[in-house]
């Protein structure tokens, strides 16, 4: 009898936990992400997910100084927001918003080398800061005079930088996106100076000033139509500050600009980050990795160094890490956004050439295990990220090489058996290795020439045809 208890006992405690994380999956699923159902931007979709590897760059009035982009202007009490030398809120506004302005001539600017330097490290599709949350224009906006090419820079034949940004990555073949800040700190019906500005918000109760807000919503409407009617083809609206959105009681209609931006950039993938619903197109963790495969389009934004824009002595990561970063966003179904900041000058650094090329060669090798691959059940163990072909059949089984250490002489994991007389090829060479299987372990040994080097490897192998399909 008490045998029978326990097993109903335990039979019960199964299927309520099986059921409750079923629910709990079917309902995260629902909400937070939603397919689009216009088959333009499910097409573009389909492409940019293909493409695996891209670059954001945070460039504007705050790489003159070298700080935390516009963040400085708000008065948050955190610790990663500082006043840079100014012990003054108010002095420090005056300076950004005066004295920037008119330092900011970035004459080197020469965005197409920062195509050749992105096309080399094997990235595919470009980010641009059209606008921080500062309200700097990085485009040609008739609705402000604060924009680059209205202040130092106007005379400047790439006066209008973002035009030239996305022609010179366009003609490299890249997709191109706009950055946009849906929050504007100069702009008086958002920040007005009648009030303080303690926080992020806006700064003034939208019930009372009803018509205040509707100048920002026309403005914002105004600004992103501008960037999708002047600026050739774009193909993604990347809206940060989440916290501009109904939920927050800050409603800028993203219908209608939604609809205002697709029809003037049919297909354009939306993505109101943070806001889960139909204008996210994809979802965009921000300087981490989700700990799953997720089942829908997403994109970690991660940056080289620890800043999205460029900073004096900046910490880098190494090439090492961004691989490593890459293979495992890619065997959990995303995208990796590198984020890189120019100069005020206008360049990249050499130091990010660098890493960037030591990046490039190896995705030159090993690229066919990143591009175009789809995610495959069993994608991870140990050191090694699993992809697979778009045929199913064939998979990418990827050594991330830890921080300092070398590659081992024998490579191992469990599942993901090769199909038995088949071979296990070094990706970059084509060269066969040595493999056992032992009760669904594998060992791949890898040549002696290999034991010791500091270059993350791919191994390319087939594995047999699930059972259903043999005839
Ligand atoms: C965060 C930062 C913002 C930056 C963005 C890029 O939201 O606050 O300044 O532009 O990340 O992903």
Request: net charge neutral; hydrophobic share 35%; proline share 6%.
């Amino acid at each position: 009898m008490r045998k029978i208890v326990v097993l109903f006992v335990v039979a019960f405690c199964l299927l309520s936990t099986g059921m409750r994380a079923q629910h709990t999956f079917v309902h995260k699923q629902s909400s937070t992400y939603e397919w689009p159902e216009d088959s333009l931007v499910l097409k573009k979709l389909d492409q940019w997910r293909d493409l695996k590897f891209g670059v954001i760059f945070h460039w504007g009035l705050y790489a003159v100084p070298g700080i935390v982009e516009s963040w400085a202007l708000c008065s948050e009490d955190v610790d990663w927001i500082s006043r840079y030398g100014h012990n003054n809120y108010q002095e420090f506004k005056d300076w950004y918003w005066n004295g920037l302005s008119k330092q900011f001539n970035p004459t080197e600017f020469e965005p197409a080398q920062w195509a050749e330097v992105t096309k080399q490290a094997g990235m595919k599709y470009m980010i641009f800061t059209t606008k921080h949350h500062d309200g700097f224009c990085m485009f040609d906006s008739q609705y402000t005079d604060f924009s680059i090419s209205r202040c130092a820079f106007k005379e400047h034949p790439k006066a209008d930088v973002a035009k030239y940004v996305f022609e010179a990555f366009r003609k490299e073949g890249f997709m191109t996106g706009a950055y946009f800040s849906k929050p504007d700190w100069h702009n008086q019906d958002y920040w007005w100076d009648y009030f303080a500005t303690p926080n992020r918000n806006v700064n003034y109760k939208i019930e009372r000033h009803p018509e205040k807000w509707e100048a920002f919503k026309t403005y914002t409407h105004n600004q992103i139509g501008e960037l999708m009617s002047n600026y050739g083809t774009v193909d993604i609206l990347w809206l940060d500050g989440g916290w501009v959105s109904p939920r927050n009681n800050q409603d800028i209609d993203m219908p209608q600009i939604a609809a205002m931006a697709r029809a003037k950039q049919p297909g354009l993938l939306v993505v109101d980050r943070t806001i889960h619903g139909k204008y996210e197109n994809y979802q965009t963790p921000e300087q981490k990795i989700p700990e799953h495969q997720l089942p829908y389009p997403w994109e970690s934004c991660v940056t080289l160094t620890t800043d999205w824009g460029w900073v004096k002595n900046p910490v880098y990561k190494t090439p090492n890490r961004i691989i490593s970063i890459l293979m495992e966003v890619v065997a959990k179904g995303g995208n990796l956004l590198l984020g890189v900041g120019p100069t005020a000058e206008g360049l990249i650094e050499q130091p990010t050439v660098k890493r960037l090329q030591e990046i490039g060669r190896w995705m030159q090798k090993n690229g066919k295990a990143i591009y175009h691959t789809r995610i495959t059940p069993n994608y991870h163990c140990g050191n090694v990220w699993f992809t697979a072909d778009k045929n199913g059949r064939t998979l990418y089984a990827l050594y991330a090489l830890p921080e300092g250490e070398t590659l081992p002489a024998v490579i191992e994991w469990e599942g993901n058996v090769p199909e038995r007389g088949t071979s296990v090829r070094l990706l970059s060479t084509g060269q066969r290795m040595k493999w056992i299987e032992r009760d669904g372990k594998v060992a791949v040994t890898l040549p002696a020439k290999l034991a010791g080097s500091t270059e993350p490897i791919a191994l390319q192998f087939d594995t047999p045809l699930p059972k259903q399909n043999k005839k």
